[in-house]
C-alpha cells in the first residue's frame, strides 16, 4: 500500500510512520489515505492538540560571600533546579542557595499537560573587603591614631576613649591595654572584619627620698621605680 499523510500545517509525508514537529499549539486535522496496489483508497482522519508550552521564568539575587540567596520560578505545577549542591530545596518553586562562587541555575518547570519549559537564575556573589587596620603601643595617658583601609565605610568598637577623625582614621587614649574592632563594609554591601590592638605601657613609679642639712653642706638625693 501507499500512504499519504496531511498534517494540516504545510506538511505533507509517504512514510509508513512518519515523525512531525508542531512549532504552534493549537488543534490539528491529520488526514491518512491508504490507496493498496489495486487502486483501491480509504481515507481515516484523527485529531491532535497541541499544547503550548509553560512560560516558565525565575528570578535572581546578589550576595555576599557566606551569606544565602533566594530564587523562585513561576508558570508550572513542578520545577527541578540544577546544578543542585548548593541548593536548600532543588525540587521546590522557591530555594534557597549559598554558592561560592557567583553561578547560574537552570529550573525545569512542567505544567499540567506535562509539558516542559526551562529558565536560568543567577546569584552573583560579592566578595568581602580585606579590612587592615593598624595597632601599636603607647605610654598610660597618651593618645595613638589607628586607621583603616580596605573597604569604602567603617565602624568601630568599642567607642569608649576614641575620637572618630574621619571614617578611617580613629584617635584612642585608653587606660588599659585595648583590642578595638573595625568592621568595613564595600560599595557591595559585603562586611569584613580587622582587630587593632593597642598596647599601654604602664609609666614607672618615681619617688625621691630627701633629707636635712646645714647651708653649704651636701645632701644625698635618692630616686627610684
Request: aromatic share 8%.
Amino acid at each position: 500500500s501507499n500512504y499519504q499523510w496531511d498534517f494540516d500545517n504545510n506538511n505533507t509525508s509517504q512514510l509508513v510512520n512518519p515523525s512531525i514537529n508542531y512549532i504552534q499549539s493549537g488543534n490539528y486535522s491529520i488526514n491518512l489515505t491508504s490507496t493498496s496496489e489495486f487502486g483501491c483508497a480509504s481515507t481515516h482522519q484523527d485529531n491532535i492538540s497541541i499544547f503550548p508550552l509553560p512560560n516558565v521564568t525565575s528570578t535572581n539575587d546578589i550576595i555576599c560571600l557566606g551569606q544565602s540567596g533566594n530564587i523562585s520560578s513561576q508558570g508550572a505545577i513542578s520545577y527541578s533546579w540544577s546544578p543542585s549542591s548548593t541548593l536548600e530545596s532543588p525540587n521546590s518553586q522557591t530555594t534557597s542557595a549559598t554558592p561560592l562562587i557567583t553561578t547560574t541555575y537552570t529550573v525545569t518547570g512542567t505544567d499540567i499537560n506535562g509539558c516542559i519549559n526551562t529558565s536560568q537564575s543567577i546569584i552573583i556573589v560579592n566578595n568581602s573587603p580585606q579590612i587592615n587596620s593598624t595597632s601599636g603601643s603607647i605610654c598610660e595617658g597618651d593618645s595613638i591614631v589607628l586607621s583603616v583601609s580596605g573597604a569604602s565605610t567603617y565602624t568601630w568598637s568599642p567607642l569608649s576613649n576614641l575620637t572618630i577623625i574621619n571614617d578611617s582614621t580613629v584617635v584612642v587614649n585608653p587606660n588599659i591595654s585595648t583590642y578595638y574592632i573595625v568592621s568595613g563594609t564595600n560599595v557591595n554591601g559585603c562586611i569584613g572584619y580587622d582587630t587593632s590592638w593597642v598596647n599601654v605601657i604602664q609609666r614607672p613609679n618615681i619617688s625621691v627620698t630627701n633629707g636635712s642639712m646645714c647651708e653649704g653642706g651636701l645632701s644625698q638625693l635618692t630616686a627610684s621605680g
